[in-house]
């Protein structure tokens, strides 16, 4: 696709685009017709560092959550230390026996894969709005001019106070009341996360040593952000990342990939493939509750790459407390020295919505932007690919 060639003009944010001139280099991440392409555009390609390959896997202990939901303490004890130890290493772990009912895990990537499925139009009649998480996405390219992630997404939050249905409700809004079986199974997937991350608050309390249920009434009013993520098979995966590296800037990550593999986290030194296992779900750390464990614990370091032969889908359910709480380690976390001020939530969230992409360094980044909150130096969470 030259520079020049007119496209139909499908960009998710027309009015950003200044004339018929701008329109018609406008990209559009429309599988249908990128697929078509001889060559990746350039905004697609990737710095050489970020592209790294991997053969290798990160072969981690499955924490079985069984005995743990059974009230056994000799079981949650020993989850709490397969926890402890991947969490003070790299930020990342798999559970099995997790409660959620497989069948709706199942409904969840069957309704993910048919609003996908849908034309670029209707899509994007559902696209994000500048400075909202919520929404479809092809490619952030309403966003971002360069290293444009392959994929596509569709994000919407979740809150489970019990007044409403707050899901249900946006699906029927951006994508009318045909989509209200699919909000149905969305809302429900939510309810079945939000129950399962709030067990694991506890299970990270106990292995921090934190009174058992700070955490979990720390996040009980909180409000979530579940991510349907979608890779299209590309020609040049070499090139391209499905989700560059990153740290989530959210507390806890819940995420169920199919069986096509492409995950990876930065452990070791190296970048590690994650084998996918249709029975587990992968949790992963965030920038959040790193702060909140005074920096014990590691944000995991993680990127998706993408298949030449297949598509490829991963639901993420993104832990987030109350807007407006103050982020604080507790007792007995809260001793000097502090790595992270206080913050809240909803100043993070709106700095990588409105200023930043969050990548590697995005608290370092936030702390160093609201000048008044730095008043302890961050340290380093843990060295970087490229470092
Ligand atoms: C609060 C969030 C921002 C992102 C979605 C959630 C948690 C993960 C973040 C993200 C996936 C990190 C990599 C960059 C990003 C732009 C992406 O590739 O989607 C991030 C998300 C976002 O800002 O939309
Ligand atoms: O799709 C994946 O496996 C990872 C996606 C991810 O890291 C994210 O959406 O934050
Ligand atoms: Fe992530």
């Given at each position: 696709m030259d520079s020049n060639s007119p496209t139909l003009l499908l960009c998710s944010s027309p009015y950003q685009l200044k004339d018929e001139r701008e329109k018609k280099k406008a990209l559009v991440f429309d599988t249908s017709l990128l697929l078509k392409q001889p060559s990746l555009p350039t905004q697609f390609i990737w710095p050489h560092g970020d592209l790294v390959t991997t053969q290798e896997e990160l072969n981690e202990p499955l924490v079985d959550l069984e005995g743990f939901f059974r009230g056994d303490m000799a079981a949650t004890t020993t989850a709490a230390e397969f926890i402890r130890a991947a969490c003070l290493s790299h930020g990342f772990f798999q559970v099995t026996n997790h409660g959620i009912d497989l069948g709706l895990v199942r409904a969840a990537h069957d309704h993910m894969d048919a609003f996908f499925k849908l034309p670029i139009t209707k899509k994007l009649s559902a696209r994000r709005k500048p400075g909202s998480v919520c929404g479809y996405s092809g490619a952030h390219a309403d966003r971002y001019s360069s290293k444009l992630p392959w994929k596509e997404t569709f994000s919407f939050g979740y809150h489970g106070d019990g007044h409403g249905h707050v899901v249900v409700d946006y699906f029927k809004s951006v994508l009318g009341g045909d989509f209200e079986e699919?909000?149905?199974?969305?809302?429900?997937?939510?309810?079945?996360?939000?129950?399962?991350?709030?067990?694991?608050?506890?299970?990270?309390?106990?292995?921090?040593?934190?009174?058992?249920?700070?955490?979990?009434?720390?996040?009980?009013?909180?409000?979530?952000?579940?991510?349907?993520?979608?890779?299209?098979?590309?020609?040049?995966?070499?090139?391209?990342?499905?989700t560059g590296p990153h740290c989530d800037p959210t507390s806890l990550t819940i995420l169920h990939q199919d069986e096509v593999g492409g995950l990876q986290v930065f452990a070791n030194n190296k970048w590690q493939g994650i084998r996918p296992l249709p029975n587990a779900l992968v949790i992963n750390i965030g920038d959040t509750f790193m702060a909140l464990s005074n920096g014990r614990y590691k944000s995991c370091l993680h990127r998706a790459v993408v298949s030449r032969e297949r598509a490829r889908r991963s639901l993420a359910y993104f832990v987030c407390p109350k807007e407006d709480k103050v982020v604080r380690p507790p007792p007995p976390l809260d001793v000097a020295p502090r790595n992270y001020p206080d913050f809240t939530w909803s100043d993070l969230l709106r700095f990588t919505q409105t200023h930043y992409r969050a990548d590697v360094t995005t608290l370092q980044t936030f702390f160093r932007s609201h000048l008044s909150l730095s008043t302890t130096s961050p340290s380093p969470h843990h060295p970087t690919p490229n470092n």
């Amino acid at each position: 696709m030259d520079s020049n060639s007119p496209t139909l003009l499908l960009c998710s944010s027309p009015y950003q685009l200044k004339d018929e001139r701008e329109k018609k280099k406008a990209l559009v991440f429309d599988t249908s017709l990128l697929l078509k392409q001889p060559s990746l555009p350039t905004q697609f390609i990737w710095p050489h560092g970020d592209l790294v390959t991997t053969q290798e896997e990160l072969n981690e202990p499955l924490v079985d959550l069984e005995g743990f939901f059974r009230g056994d303490m000799a079981a949650t004890t020993t989850a709490a230390e397969f926890i402890r130890a991947a969490c003070l290493s790299h930020g990342f772990f798999q559970v099995t026996n997790h409660g959620i009912d497989l069948g709706l895990v199942r409904a969840a990537h069957d309704h993910m894969d048919a609003f996908f499925k849908l034309p670029i139009t209707k899509k994007l009649s559902a696209r994000r709005k500048p400075g909202s998480v919520c929404g479809y996405s092809g490619a952030h390219a309403d966003r971002y001019s360069s290293k444009l992630p392959w994929k596509e997404t569709f994000s919407f939050g979740y809150h489970g106070d019990g007044h409403g249905h707050v899901v249900v409700d946006y699906f029927k809004s951006v994508l009318g009341g045909d989509f209200e079986e699919t909000g149905w199974v969305y809302e429900k997937y939510c309810e079945a996360m939000k129950r399962l991350s709030l067990a694991v608050m506890e299970l990270l309390a106990i292995s921090l040593g934190v009174e058992r249920s700070h955490y979990r009434k720390f996040f009980e009013d909180g409000s979530s952000i579940m991510r349907c993520n979608y890779y299209p098979p590309c020609h040049e995966p070499g090139l391209t990342l499905g989700t560059g590296p990153h740290c989530d800037p959210t507390s806890l990550t819940i995420l169920h990939q199919d069986e096509v593999g492409g995950l990876q986290v930065f452990a070791n030194n190296k970048w590690q493939g994650i084998r996918p296992l249709p029975n587990a779900l992968v949790i992963n750390i965030g920038d959040t509750f790193m702060a909140l464990s005074n920096g014990r614990y590691k944000s995991c370091l993680h990127r998706a790459v993408v298949s030449r032969e297949r598509a490829r889908r991963s639901l993420a359910y993104f832990v987030c407390p109350k807007e407006d709480k103050v982020v604080r380690p507790p007792p007995p976390l809260d001793v000097a020295p502090r790595n992270y001020p206080d913050f809240t939530w909803s100043d993070l969230l709106r700095f990588t919505q409105t200023h930043y992409r969050a990548d590697v360094t995005t608290l370092q980044t936030f702390f160093r932007s609201h000048l008044s909150l730095s008043t302890t130096s961050p340290s380093p969470h843990h060295p970087t690919p490229n470092n």
